[in-house]
T-cell receptor
Framework: DAGVTQSPTHLIKTRGQQVTLRCSPISGHKSVSWYQQVLGQGPQFIFQYYEKEERGRGNFPDRFSARQFPNYSSELNVNALLLGDSALYLC??????????????FGSGTRLTVV | SQQGEEDPQALSIQEGENATMNCSYKTSINNLQWYRQNSGRGLVHLILIRSNEREKHSGRLRVTLDTSKKSSSLLITASRAADTASYFCATLNSGYSTLTFGKGTMLLVSP
């Protein structure tokens, strides 16, 4: 079975541009969460979607948005990129909306560099 | 914001030695999880311990949880060079479905 797949692997964008990151969860998993990991820090929660509905949102500006499609894949959009948006963006999938009993499965991430 | 704080920030040991990492957190939790990250790539789930559990084992991993002190420790026994990675604790807060991560411990295991 394929794990969580994210695309692209690496991305370089210019300040002010917009970017779309993609994530395909493990087959059968209905929940997708997005995390931002700045160099030297732990991941920070951005969004969670379950059954195509937003279930949670972290402390990020409105420039960040996401959606989940009927096949449970997800996109993360970031508008008006800032240098500080440079980070590793991680997608995590899970069967249920919570991780009370099981941990999340993470993808390998998209490394975004804003210049 | 970061919930957990791992200690030490970095740890360097020889193969065969044990490695102990600690994590402290601030608010009440549903469970605490440990993840490993190699070279800034994806996170791998290692072990989950619920708030009503005190100790858990998985292979060479041993995790303890002390909710009165709001702390946890991860012990890796008989370490191998392949254990070289960053290790993060993450808490699942009561009533929420999101994980809050600490800043991590970088473990270097030398042959």
């Amino acid at each position: 079975d394929a794990g969580v797949t994210q695309s692209p692997t690496h991305l370089i964008k210019t300040r002010g541009q917009q970017v779309t990151l993609r994530c395909s969860p493990i087959s059968g998993h209905k929940s997708v969460s997005w995390y931002q990991q700045v160099l030297g820090q732990g991941p920070q929660f951005i969004f969670q979607y379950y059954e195509k509905e937003e279930r949670g949102r972290g402390n990020f500006p409105d420039r960040f948005s996401a959606r989940q499609f009927p096949n449970y894949s997800s996109e993360l959009n970031v508008n008006a990129l800032l240098l500080g948006d440079s980070a590793l963006y991680l997608c995590a999938s899970s069967l249920a909306w919570d991780s009370v009993n099981y941990g999340y499965t993470f993808g390998s991430g998209t490394r975004l560099t804003v210049v | 914001s970061q919930q957990g704080e791992e200690d030490p920030q970095a740890l360097s040991i020889q193969e065969g030695e044990n490695a102990t990492m600690n994590c402290s957190y601030k608010t009440s939790i549903n469970n605490l999880q440990w993840y490993r990250q190699n070279s800034g790539r994806g996170l791998v789930h290692l072990i989950l311990i619920r708030s009503n559990e005190r100790e858990k084992h998985s292979g060479r991993l041993r995790v303890t949880l002390d909710t009165s002190k709001k702390s946890s420790s991860l012990l890796i026994t008989a370490s191998r060079a392949a254990d070289t990675a960053s290790y993060f604790c993450a808490t699942l807060n009561s009533g929420y479905s999101t994980l809050t991560f600490g800043k991590g411990t970088m473990l270097l295991v030398s042959p």
